[in-house]
């Protein structure tokens, strides 16, 4: 079993930054994909990236691609999401996934974190 926990979330205006991190709890962590998504008030969860169990490959929704970045630290069973020129459309309940198998960007993961809020104010 694998527990996630999200944090770093926060209000921030638009065109500022801020890095999510996801602390893992697990004996085989390094093994597994990791992904954020995202859930927007009265929207329905949607992906944001994700990354391979070694951190050598990557992906990213189109809305995100270029100013989102995600990477992890397998010795500090982190991941993470840095986050730059925010805009007002990126305010979401964030959340970490890991996924028992193949990297996938729908919302087919195993293990979910409670999510963190992010506020972009314009």
């Known amino acids: 079993q694998v527990q996630l926990v999200e944090s770093g979330g926060g209000l921030v205006q638009a065109g500022g930054s801020l890095r999510l991190s996801c602390a893992a709890s697990?004996?085989?962590?390094?093994?597994?994909?990791m992904a954020w998504f995202r859930q927007a008030p009265g929207k329905e969860r949607e992906f944001v990236a994700a990354?391979?169990?070694?951190?050598?490959?990557?992906y990213y929704a189109d809305s995100v691609k270029g100013r989102f970045t995600i990477s992890r630290d397998n010795a500090k069973n982190t991941v993470y999401l840095q986050m730059n020129s925010l805009k007002p459309e990126d305010t979401a309940v964030y959340y970490c996934?890991?996924?028992?198998?193949?990297?996938?960007?729908?919302?087919?993961?195993?293990?979910w974190g409670q999510g963190t809020q992010v506020t972009v104010s314009s």
């Open positions: 996934a890991a996924r028992l198998g193949v990297l996938r960007t729908d919302r087919q993961y195993d293990y």
């Open positions: 990354i391979s169990w070694s951190g050598g490959s990557t």
């Open positions: 697990g004996r085989t962590f390094s093994s597994y994909p």
